[in-house]
């Protein structure tokens, strides 16, 4: 199959305030390297979709970090300016409206700034089959296996395998079936049954082309459930983790925008039209403002679900939005020994997630089952603990009998959470205005 160009959007974005004190405004979380791989979260992602694209990344992020997203990932990386949040989707938007303006049978895909990807090979595998399925004109999502009943991430309900009666013979929605629905009404057949017939023949060699590609039609995104949704979800063996990515045409995309939201792509299509000119500055800034602050899940994915224009590759890879502490830790653990953490009481010294210096681990064995991981300059001793430490100050951390909680020390404000409580973690954050310490955030 002859591919269109594929060029990735990285929008680089959010407060990150389930991660402060380590993310801040001026330092969010995609720059920050939170693992102590060596690399940022945006590092990660520029240097995962490299290799899979025909031209350059596009970075779309805030004024304020456009220094810092350029002294990260270089000049061969282009970045987008824009003047204030508006949400994911005029972001998207205005990449894809620069993508189209000069390629316009190119595909997209947008893909976080700062989540967590595990084996490579896996994910360029779904990308490209992603990709493969967008080049038939669908909007295409990356759905991640669920390993457990995950109440902070959003799902994605697939379409069962249908199976359509042919000469009294079930066949799979492969292209060749549904020719019997209007002779299974006799001879007396009317020209509805013959129109329905048709109609299902169709929707089934569409469906046979999406899955022969490796794809499945999405029946529907479901916003993060509560534990009993959640289980029901995982039981259910028909609902994937949705990671925000989402593949598809630059045209498709503003086409099915204009249908959904005009102002959106009609803005996002004039500013790129000034893009490069002396009138951009002016036409971004007049522009900008207006459009609807909404997130591509609302206003595509959802109603395009809804009318059968949305696939779906399952992701057979490693996946977190590493989106508070206990993911976190989570992460540190699960992947234990391939990251820069260090762990208290054992020697170690393998680098840093916020201060640049060396891991501190001294203390005692940890036979008394402590398990304590620690990234940055802190050294940490501890007794019948479970935490996970992250320094950037030279001050010694002593704990003793503390489970499942996470410890940020820096130089202007100290953090102790309970790991369950990790999601509430922003309402402290919203009052730091209130307190008269905005300027910690």
Same mark, same amino acid.
């Given at each position: ?167 009294? /013979? ?5 292209? !060749?079936? #549904?020719? *019997?629905?209007? &002779?299974? %009404?006799?001879?007396? $057949? @009317? ?64 086409? /099915? ?5 005009? !102002?959106? #792509?009609? *803005?996002?299509? &004039?500013? %790129?039209?000034?893009? $490069? @000119? ?84 001294? $203390? ?78």
């Amino acid at each position: 199959m002859p591919q269109a160009p594929f060029v990735p959007v990285i929008p680089a974005g959010g407060a990150g305030t389930r991660l402060w004190p380590l993310s801040r405004r001026g330092r969010p979380k995609f720059l920050l390297d939170l693992t102590g791989s060596g690399a940022s979260l945006l590092q990660q992602t520029v240097a995962r979709l490299a290799p899979l694209a025909d031209r350059a990344p596009i970075v779309v992020t805030g004024v304020p970090h456009v220094a810092a997203v350029r002294e990260q990932v270089g000049s061969d990386v282009q970045i987008l300016a824009e003047p204030s949040p508006r949400n994911s989707m005029p972001a998207i938007a205005l990449a894809a409206a620069l993508v189209e303006r000069d390629s316009p049978d190119a595909v997209i895909g947008s893909f976080a700034a700062d989540h967590l990807i595990g084996d490579h090979a896996s994910f360029a595998r779904a990308v490209t089959a992603a990709r493969h399925a967008a080049e038939l004109g669908h909007l295409v999502t990356i759905g991640i296996r669920p390993t457990h009943a995950a109440t902070g991430f959003g799902y994605i309900e697939r379409v069962v395998e249908r199976h359509l009666e042919r000469d009294g /013979e079930k066949t799979s929605a492969d292209g !060749g079936a #549904a020719s *019997g629905t209007a &002779a299974a %009404a006799g001879p007396t $057949g @009317t020209a509805a049954a013959t129109e329905t017939a048709a109609a299902t023949g169709t929707a089934a060699t569409a469906e046979g082309e999406l899955r022969a590609l490796g794809a499945v039609p999405v029946s529907r995104f479901v916003e993060k459930p509560d534990r009993d949704r959640a289980e029901a979800f995982l039981a259910s063996g028909t609902f994937s983790w949705n990671a925000g990515i989402f593949v598809v045409r630059a045209r498709v995309l503003l086409d /099915e925008l204009a249908e959904q939201i005009p !102002g959106i #792509a009609h *803005g996002a299509r &004039a500013i %790129a039209a000034a893009h $490069g @000119t002396q009138e951009y500055s002016s036409v971004l800034a007049e522009i900008w403002p207006r459009l609807t602050s909404i997130a591509i899940d609302h206003a595509l994915a959802e109603p395009l679900a809804a009318a059968g224009k949305v696939a779906m590759v399952p992701g057979d890879f490693d996946w977190d939005d590493v989106g508070d502490f206990a993911a976190l830790a989570r992460q540190l653990r699960e992947h234990r020994g391939s990251t820069g953490a260090g762990s208290a009481g054992s020697g170690r010294s393998d680098g840093s997630v916020c201060a640049g210096g060396p891991v501190g681990a001294d $203390g005692p064995d940890d036979s008394d089952g402590s398990d304590v991981q620690v990234l940055g300059a802190a050294t940490v001793d501890a007794l019948s603990s479970t935490a996970t430490v992250y320094g950037s100050t030279d001050r010694h951390i002593a704990l003793v009998g503390l489970q499942g909680i996470s410890i940020v020390d820096t130089e202007d404000a100290l953090l102790v959470l309970a790991d369950e409580q990790a999601q509430t973690l922003a309402r402290i954050v919203a009052r730091l205005d209130e307190n008269g310490h905005g300027h910690l955030r």
